[in-house]
């Protein structure tokens, strides 16, 4: 993404800053609609910058055309991850480009270990809140049966129908 990005820059030579933003904004665009309104002021403010970008095949550069999760905010692509945490340090001289590498995963990892020192379970926080959640739900629920279904209904709300046909138990 970064690399196409300096190959606009090199190749239309325009307001850098203004190229950089409707660059970063369209590569980003979760949706379709959001891509092509972004598309088009991109095109706009860099002429030639649409022969150009769909050359290059819009599912290599955008999430919106991505036929992969490569470009969400948490990757797996460890090149992605370091790409993101490096911006800022990359106009360093390569010594202290390669401590400030060093120490972000150094940083990363004495993170993760203490995080992982204080888990009680087998299962992260998110899991936790999230099966807490259905338990509180479960909790308030009601259950009718009769011959046919098991019906629940939340407290105060619409009762729903689940489709397991008691007629096949035996009680």
């Known amino acids: 993404m970064y690399h196409l990005l300096n190959n606009l820059k090199n190749k239309f030579k325009t307001k850098t800053k203004e190229l950089e933003q409707h660059y970063i904004q369209t590569a980003k ?32 550069w955008t ?4 036929p992969s999760r490569r470009y969400n905010i948490m990757t797996a692509n460890i ?3 370091m790409n993101v945490a490096l911006v800022k340090v990359r106009e360093l001289p390569i010594t202290a480009f390669v401590n400030e590498i060093r120490l972000l ?12 020192k204080d888990f009680t379970s087998k299962m992260s926080k998110d899991v936790e809140k999230k099966l807490e959640k259905r338990r509180d ?25 689940v489709q397991i046909f008691l007629s096949q138990y035996q009680y």
Request: hydrophobic letters at 35%; one cysteine or more.
């Open 105 to 116: 995963c150094q940083r990363w990892f004495f993170e993760r270990r203490n995080k992982a």
């Open 79 to 81: 090149s992605e991850s």
């Open 29 to 60: 665009a979760y949706n379709l609609q959001e891509f092509h309104v972004l598309f088009y002021t991109l095109c706009c403010a860099v002429p030639g910058a649409k022969e150009y970008l769909e050359r290059v095949g819009l599912d290599r």
């Open 137 to 161: 739900r479960a909790q308030i629920m009601d259950f009718y049966f009769n011959n046919v279904a098991v019906l629940y209904k939340l407290h105060g709300k619409k009762k729903k129908t």
């Open 63 to 66: 999430r919106s055309h991505s």
